[in-house]
């Protein structure tokens, strides 16, 4: 006789692969907003309940994909099966695209999950590439349709934090030493790769003289270790600093203010 887990793992499968075609899908139940939400390279697929959805009534089953390119560097022939595909951003360039050389994959931990959430940062680690994700939902024996995510392309569209800073003073001057996000650990092949190795970074650095309350900024550029001098004795400076990234025209939120009271 077959344990009952098994009987219901069974039933799951059977209704989300399509083989019960007498199923209906229900538009009602189809989650909403299906997208990917990334920083420093944490990807996490993200979506709201469909709109006849209350509390925790629902499971949802997620799957991921991958957009294979055919050839990123070819300018005139066409590989078999391809298409001409938008990515290129340089003179001289066309991307042969071709979908669908990849099957969805189930995301096993989000697999029957309540949760409004599934982090695919392993799944989506090969950060120049794009990906898919879908969600279906699943309530009192009726399943919805899939809702699928926009392309979404990790190197593009991560949000970076702002730097880590340390303060310390030396003879009357400010040693400002800082720190870029590091990656999240599973995509390390080494310790503490951090942005820097992905992207040109621009460090931009900020005091602010409080009993002025006036703010300046006293450097920019790609050195870590930035030193503020000729400070009057007997003040009060917060430091500030954030990462702009040329490439992409974007800047990270501020770090939070260091202050410091100069004797």
């Given at each position: 006789m077959m344990p009952k887990h098994c009987f219901l793992g069974f039933l799951i499968s059977f209704f989300l692969t399509g083989v019960a075609g007498t199923q209906p899908a229900h538009e009602s139940l189809k989650?909403?907003?299906v997208q990917f939400q990334s920083r420093n390279f944490h990807n996490i697929l993200q979506w709201q309940p469909g709109r006849a959805l209350t509390g925790n009534s629902s499971v949802y089953f997620v799957q991921y994909k991958i957009m294979f390119l055919c050839n990123m560097k070819s300018s005139h022939q066409k590989p078999s099966?391809?298409?001409?595909?938008?990515?290129?951003n340089f003179p001289g360039c066309r991307t042969?695209?071709?979908?669908?050389?990849?099957?969805w994959k189930n995301k096993e931990d989000c697999w029957g999950t309540q949760e409004l959430f599934c982090d695919?940062?392993?799944e989506t680690s090969d950060i120049q590439e794009p990906y898919y994700g879908r969600?279906?939902?699943?309530s009192a024996g009726s399943y919805s349709d899939w809702s699928m995510t926009p392309r979404f392309t990790p190197w593009w569209e991560t949000k970076i934090d702002p730097p880590v800073m340390n303060i310390t003073q030396v003879n009357g001057s400010l040693l400002v030493i800082l720190h870029a996000p590091n990656?999240?650990?599973?995509?390390q092949k080494e310790k503490n790769i951090s942005i820097e190795d992905y992207y040109e970074l621009v460090y931009r650095v900020f005091i602010i003289n409080n009993s002025l309350e006036k703010e300046q900024k006293v450097y920019e550029g790609a050195h870590r270790v930035v030193e503020i001098e000729?400070?009057?004795?007997?003040?009060?400076y917060c430091v500030v600093a954030e990462i702009y990234q040329p490439m992409l025209d974007r800047r990270s939120q501020r770090s939070e203010e260091r202050c410091v009271e100069m004797p």
């Open positions: 989650p909403q907003r099966g391809c298409w001409q595909h938008t990515s290129c042969w695209a071709k979908y669908g050389q990849r099957q695919l940062t392993s969600v279906r939902a699943a990656l999240p650990q599973r995509y000729a400070l009057p004795p007997h003040s009060s």
